[in-house]
């Protein structure tokens, strides 16, 4: 029998781990290969699936989390296919031994759950907050609900010109009203909608043409109703080699965006009464300054650019600069958190992998059915359809060592009902997808009487309660049907 033919009569049997997009993109890839009977099982350290679409896009970009209705739609109504297990974390729950044991294939889809630091003197003041928990927090991210941010504060720095940096701003300058129309975490909205913050700068160390950010959300700063995105005279500046390749357009076209915002849509000087959001280039911070235990500024070096063989790099003057502010935000990139068991590479920041095929060492041999995608894979970077051809890829690999014999056989598969029994010794209370669908209904319901998408669940216990008190009361609706249907007779 040639090894196609024996892998069509078998099911094949992978563990995701990971419910973000880079999973689902990775479970929809699986499931519409016509050529495998695929089983998935997908764990997530959470109750709810899809990870930074629920935890990280901003509330106010409610159309981007359209997205989920895809993932919904992929593996809604294929029971025998593809079940969920929420609340189940790798490496507390299970770890990597016990999913090597039960399926032939597991594909870590585990984003990049930590932050960047700046790693400069000043950094463990009050007020000097991750960006990431500042975004979790005002997303209901169950890790981040008891989190406190003091937003009394008249002026606050935001280290970092990505598109998470744009978030930031952009929250702490919508209204009370339109706060109130977003699925903003309850415990955010107050606070949130009522911050004291006059003044943001946000800070990058290079120039208009080498941020992060994209030009659409960057457009979004210069159309806030109760904000000004200001661009000092000197930041305008423009180095000559960059001012020539722009004009001869051949700069790349999002940067050529960035700069043309950059210099038309932002004001010299914000209209009185509204917030300012402060753009500044070329600085590097290099101390928090604080008094008793709290940031009371930020110190900046200033760079400058500077031609290096044909090319316009960034280079420290010795000029220094205080910024004096209330709070800083820092938001300079996500780090993956290593899994043990699993392959990890500081300095890369990433699970060395060969096309989503994991390695042992970049370069070296493969783990033999362990594979990745999404962030985890190729760092955190790009956005959500990014990880859709990444999954594409990942897929391709795994199925190409289905077929031809390369995954290895799970020892401990007998009947199928090995991960929940597996699950019940540990006691983990797991979530089934069709709970989810009921936490989300409730949701949704209580969102709509707001006239907000939904109103999220932010703690665990809760949400177990509240799945628990749903599955009774759908039994309770059956039996009323059913006990209907038995009196007609
Ligand atoms: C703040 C923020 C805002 C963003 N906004 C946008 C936007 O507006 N538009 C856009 O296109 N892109 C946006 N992005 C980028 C986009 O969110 C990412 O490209 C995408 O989420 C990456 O997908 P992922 O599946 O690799 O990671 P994630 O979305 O992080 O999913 C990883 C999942 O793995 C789970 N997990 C982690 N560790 C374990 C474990 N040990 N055991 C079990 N489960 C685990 C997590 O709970 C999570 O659900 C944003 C990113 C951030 C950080």
Known sequence: MSEDSSRRDTPLRVAIVGAGPAGFYAAVELLRDPRFTVKIDMFDRLPTPFGLVRHGVAPDHEKIRSVTRFYAGGVEGRTVHYRM???????????????????????????????????????????????SAFVAWYNGHPDFADARFDLSVDKVVVVGHGNVALDVCRMLCRTPEELGRTDTADHALPGLGSNCVREIVLLGRSGPAQAAYTPQEFKELTELSEADLVVSDEDREIHPITRKAWEAEELDPLRAKNLQIALDSAR???????????????????????????????????????ERDGAVVIEPTDQIEDIECGAIFRSIGYRIAPIEGVPFELDKNQIPNDKGQVLITSGGPPVPGMFVTGWAKRGPSGIIGTNKPDALETVTQLLDAWQAGALPEPAAVVSGGEIEALLDRNGVQYVTYSDWKLLDQLEVQSGQAEGRPRRKFTDVPTMLRAIGDARLSTIRDQQIVSTAGQGKG
Not at 92 to 120: P, T
Not at 275 to 299: N, W
């Open 85 to 131: 297990f929420g609340n189940v974390e790798l490496g507390r729950d299970l770890d990597l031994r016990d999913l090597r044991q039960r399926y032939h294939a597991v594909i870590l889809a585990i984003g990049a759950q930590s932050d960047r630091r700046l790693d400069i003197p000043g950094e463990e003041l009050r007020g000097v907050h991750p960006a």
């Open 268 to 306: 010299r000087e914000a209209r009185p009464g509204k917030k300012t959001i402060r753009l500044r280039f070329h600085c590097t911070p290099i101390e928090i300054l604080g008094q008793q235990d709290r940031v009371v500024g930020l110190r900046v070096r200033r760079n400058r650019q500077v």
